[in-house]
């Protein structure tokens, strides 16, 4: 598992990090299995494993949320492809194994802990996003910060102007009320607006009086543009 991490030749300490701390689930639970060959692991074992997953399973490394246990399963996944790419094994046992619905969680705001996982997952994200996605780490991070600490819906936290934050104070019309609802003056916190800031006007594909808003969209292909990006980042990484 050392050797995965290496060659992942990873730019940033955190993710190096999400990568660390699942190499290290993989190697304990192989050595409390006995396993000491990547032979040794079978689809049979890795399912049993995963059944063992929880918030409060006895072993350290099978003790994990759900959300963890998604974005878990999905550098294990990686693991074991890169064991088939660098020909240690032939096929990798862990393609059997399901994605891990989120169920009612999905619709339930992200606990502190679950929404830094979220952010710890960018950095990963972008080191193997294809195209344009490559250029959105910052604005996955701002857009998340936004929608956590102002309640914003994605629409509108899209189509959020410059013009709509001074200093700390946010002011915007809401899409779904057709511009009926104002916020007007609503505190958002520094740290959010430090990486709206963080968002120059002069990138290339953004507007430049927009924080979030791409060049040449309307507010339809706006939102579809970013449920891609979100999605490819999601099935990226489970």
């Known amino acids: 598992t050392e050797r995965w991490v290496l060659s992942q030749r990873l730019s940033t300490v955190r993710t190096t990090r999400i990568y660390k701390r699942a190499a290290r689930r993989i190697r304990d639970w192989a050595a409390d299995r006995g396993i000491t060959h990547l032979s040794g692991v079978t689809a049979n074992e890795l399912d049993l494993w995963k059944g063992t997953w929880s918030e409060t399973a006895e072993k350290d490394f099978s003790r994990m949320g759900q959300t963890t246990q998604s974005l878990f399963q ?6 074991f492809r890169w064991c088939v790419d660098t020909e240690q094994i032939a096929k990798s046992p862990a393609a059997v194994l399901k994605h891990i619905p989120i169920s009612d969680e999905k619709t339930q705001p992200l606990t502190r802990i679950q929404f830094r996982e979220l952010l710890d997952t960018i950095p990963a994200y972008i080191e193997v996003a294809k195209g344009q996605n490559k250029e959105f780490g910052k604005e996955l991070k701002a857009l998340f910060l936004l929608q956590r600490y102002t309640g914003l819906r994605i629409q509108d936290a899209l189509e959020l102007p410059r013009k709509g934050l001074e200093g700390n104070l946010l002011t915007l019309r809401t899409r779904k009320s057709k511009g009926k609802t104002l916020i007007d003056g609503r505190p958002v916190p520094w740290f959010v607006v430090e990486a709206l800031q963080d968002l120059s006007p ?6 430049p009086d927009y924080f979030l808003r791409n060049k040449g969209t309307n507010w339809e292909s706006l939102g579809t543009l970013w449920a891609k990006v979100i999605a490819a980042m999601n099935q990226c990484l489970h």
């Open 202 to 207: 002069d990138r290339l594909l953004f507007h």
């Open 74 to 79: 999905g550098r294990l996944k990686q693991f």
